[in-house]
């Protein structure tokens, strides 16, 4: 088939390579137009883009695509479009142009964790599975008919970043499968259960704050939910700590306080303690716990 496909970060980098070494032809890729990057701010193509001029394929970016690319697409005039992170709601003329109209790599097992973080909030909520699902596309956030899924296991000690690449990888695999189930017409596709569905918002640096009186568990979920991004934090005095590692340790105490600081920082929680294992404080690099207590003297009883 002729293929557009739509995608902007890391995410949506593997697909894009598996399609192209797949039988489908790729016409061109869209993406999100180039933005300043790093501290000096230099202007630099997304990660997509980027693979995209590697690849020697067609690149196009809009600022918004419903209003500058309607006319461009439908000359391309392609089988189907696939889109995967890809940053921008199409309007239903797009979606109506192609043939076989557009697909979705979303990263959740559909209903569940409709929305823009689905893979942290796996994690965050403490779930077992989660999975790829490819959709078809339609006006709503993520409402489209289910084609495919495949799930895999979360490993209790995952981070979010490890979890991307997993998916990353799975997406790739299930959407050239889906791409060939399509035409050949052994796809049918099932709707979503509204009753089952769950939307989860954007997230912000505001959600890593770290709560001690919640149970150890949680805090665990969260720290590994937020790394890479946006980090699970807490304060020392004035200055902001970011945990990247912890895990749950059994030792009971009051919430907040040290508990211990004889192989990592233990900090009793509403259930269990928590036990900080990599961190970094602000204005310094990040280490492990045991560099960062030679340098900081926490005693037991100190309270966050």
């Known amino acids: 088939m002729k293929i557009v496909y739509l995608g902007t970060p890391d995410f949506a980098v593997l697909p894009l390579e598996k399609i192209n070494a797949s039988n489908h032809q790729i016409l061109a890729v869209v993406t999100q137009p180039d933005r300043p990057f790093g501290r000096k701010a230099v202007i630099?193509?997304?990660?997509?883009?980027?693979?995209?001029?590697?690849l020697g394929l067609k690149t196009l970016s809009y600022e918004k695509i419903r209003l500058e690319g309607v006319e461009d697409l439908k000359a391309l005039n392609p089988d189907i479009m696939v889109t995967c992170a890809f940053g921008q709601?199409?309007?239903?003329?797009?979606?109506?142009?192609?043939?076989?109209?557009?697909?979705n790599i979303h990263a959740s097992l559909l209903p569940k964790y409709r929305g823009s973080a689905p893979i942290q909030y796996s994690i965050i909520n403490g779930d077992k599975k989660t999975g790829v699902t490819v959709m078809q596309t339609d006006v709503g956030?993520?409402?489209?008919?289910?084609?495919?899924?495949?799930?895999?296991?979360?490993?209790?000690?995952?981070?979010?970043?490890?979890?991307?690449?997993?998916?990353?990888?799975?997406?790739?695999?299930?959407?050239?499968?889906a791409l060939d189930m399509i035409e050949k017409g052994e796809i049918t596709p099932v709707k979503q259960d509204e009753s089952l569905a769950t939307h989860v918002k954007m997230l912000s640096k505001?959600?890593?704050?770290?709560?001690f009186s919640k149970s150890a568990t949680e805090i665990n979920n969260l720290v590994r939910g937020l790394n890479?991004?946006?980090?699970?934090?807490?304060?020392?005095?004035?200055?902001?700590?970011k945990v990247y590692r912890a895990e749950v340790c059994l030792e009971k105490g009051e919430i907040g306080k040290v508990l211990s600081t004889d192989n990592g920082l233990v900090i009793g929680c509403g259930e269990n303690s928590i036990k900080l294992l990599e961190v970094q404080l602000e204005g310094s690099k990040k280490m492990p716990i045991k560099d960062f207590l030679l340098?900081?003297?926490?005693?037991?009883?100190?309270?966050f």
């Open 89 to 103: 709601i199409l309007s239903k003329e797009i979606l109506d142009i192609p043939k076989f109209g557009v697909i």
């Open 44 to 54: 630099t193509p997304c990660a997509v883009k980027t693979k995209a001029i590697e």
């Open 228 to 241: 890479p991004w946006p980090i699970a934090y807490t304060y020392l005095g004035d200055k902001t700590l």
């Open 295 to 303: 340098g900081h003297k926490l005693n037991v009883g100190y309270k």
């Open 141 to 177: 956030v993520d409402t489209g008919d289910i084609l495919l899924q495949e799930e895999v296991e979360i490993s209790p000690t995952e981070t979010a970043g490890e979890l991307f690449e997993k998916l990353s990888n799975l997406g790739a695999n299930v959407i050239v499968k």
């Open 206 to 211: 505001s959600d890593g704050v770290i709560d």
